[in-house]
């Protein structure tokens, strides 16, 4: 079973940055697109970002969109997501997510990693 270990939140103030790391627990790394997902207090988890296996496509949610970016190394089994110009309302838990290419839905997930913003 691969396990995903996420690091890197903390609290920050407004217009700070912060990076977030998910290592794999796999040796075949490299077939998995993966994502950063958060869910705030009283709110569903909610999409922020995803890598496709081989680097070569992103996407964003619109609300993180020219803040954030999705960066993967498959040499370190590690994706990152940059985040800067940090609002309030990116305060979360933050989650990493894995699926095998080709399959539908992400079912690997992390613990999480809190994210705190402050005005």
């Known amino acids: 079973q691969v396990q995903l270990v996420e690091s890197g939140g903390g609290l920050v103030q407004a217009g700070g940055s912060l990076r977030l790391s998910c290592v794999a627990s796999?040796?075949?790394?490299?077939?998995?697109?993966m994502g950063w997902f958060r869910q705030a207090p009283g709110k569903e988890r909610e999409f922020v970002a995803t890598?496709?296996?081989?680097?070569?496509?992103?996407s964003y949610a619109d609300s993180v969109k020219g803040r954030f970016t999705i960066s993967r190394d498959n040499a370190k089994n590690t994706v990152y997501l940059q985040m800067n110009s940090l609002k309030p309302e990116d305060t979360a838990v933050y989650y990493c997510?894995?699926?095998?290419?080709?399959?539908?839905?992400?079912?690997?997930w992390g613990q999480g990693t809190q994210v705190t913003v402050s005005s």
């Open positions: 890598i496709r296996w081989s680097g070569g496509s992103t």
């Open positions: 997510a894995a699926k095998r290419m080709g399959i539908s839905g992400y079912n690997l």
């Open positions: 796999t040796p075949t790394f490299s077939i998995y697109d």
